[in-house]
């Protein structure tokens, strides 16, 4: 959204900055207003999927083109996920990504939900098309079965432990990794979980606020998060090396939010990643059978 008209400096004003946001944030909006309002690729299996999900708490994940990360979180949720549903929701670009990861969940019994086709289809705009899917979710599944806990964990986080999104809230209206920028704070949406109550004044937007230099979930620092006093919640734990973690292949270089274990860029958004792939199996099956632990302090 347009930063508030005070913070432009004359000089932006000279290049018609204010204008130049207010144009790009309405057609911004307008593109969200639109997809969100697609049916999914599979009306029936939406149906189906809020039938299955109704009255229960939920975790979604955002599929994007790799099979095998979905297989292996499916493996983690099962073993660790209590107290709530687990939705797969594909915003993979690939048909043959989108059919195999179709397969994956419905051999592991997992709802499968296949998004509507994303405007943004080039990696290079990942985070403006991964905003676009969350709040697809948000709006379509959330606000539709208003689940007493919900939440999302990004493609390539894997629990670790015994995880109940109920129990994480500490009763607070939100809970997750604080991300805290000059621009605003906000939850990344990789790992981030709320109440029902959350969004009963504001309906949250987990989109980019580039004008704030926020990435992905930042449009809600100043749809929820400015409004509160932060100072009296409790986050998330969060162990990370930076950019790096992005072509981690080792226990010293993986991200850790609690006792979740985050291996960036598993999927290969940003790069490919075959040559990673087999570290990290490795790393995902030592952390399976409870070899590879949370540092000292990163329980849930």
Request: glycine letters at 8%; a positive charge.
């Amino acid at each position: 959204m347009p930063r508030d008209i005070a913070t432009y400096t004359a000089a932006e004003w000279l290049r018609l900055r204010p204008l130049s946001h207010a144009y790009k944030t309405f057609l911004w909006n307008r593109m969200d207003r639109r997809f969100v309002r697609q049916p999914a690729a599979d009306p029936d299996a939406h149906e189906k999927v809020l039938k299955a999900l109704g009255g229960q708490n939920l975790i979604a994940t955002i599929a994007w083109n790799s099979p095998w990360v979905i297989r292996w979180q499916l493996r983690f949720v099962s073993k660790n996920l209590k107290n709530a549903k687990f939705v797969v929701a594909d915003n993979s670009t690939d048909p043959a990504a989108r059919k195999a990861i179709a397969a994956v969940c419905a051999e592991a019994g997992a709802p499968y939900l296949p998004l509507p086709p994303n405007p943004y289809r080039s990696s290079r705009h990942a985070s403006r098309s991964h905003g676009l899917a969350l709040n697809w979710v948000y709006r379509n599944l959330v606000r539709r079965l208003r689940p007493e806990a919900w939440g999302f964990f990004d493609h390539d986080l894997f629990p670790t432990t015994p995880f109940d999104p109920q129990l994480r809230l500490r009763g607070q209206l939100f809970y997750g990794d604080l991300e805290v920028r000059d621009g605003g704070r906000y939850l990344w949406p990789g790992y981030c979980f709320f109440a029902r109550a959350a969004d009963e004044a504001v309906t949250l937007d987990f989109r980019q606020d580039w004008f704030r230099q926020l990435d992905t979930g930042g449009m809600n620092a100043g749809r929820l998060f400015d409004r509160m006093d932060l100072s009296k919640f409790t986050f998330g734990k969060r162990r990370s090396i930076g950019p790096q973690r992005n072509y981690a292949v080792t226990e010293d270089e993986i991200d850790w939010f609690d006792d979740c274990v985050h291996l960036g860029n598993a999927s290969g958004w940003l790069a490919s990643t075959e040559d990673r792939q087999v570290a990290l199996v490795n790393l995902l099956e030592r952390a399976l059978a409870g070899a590879l632990k949370p540092p000292p302090g990163f329980g849930g």
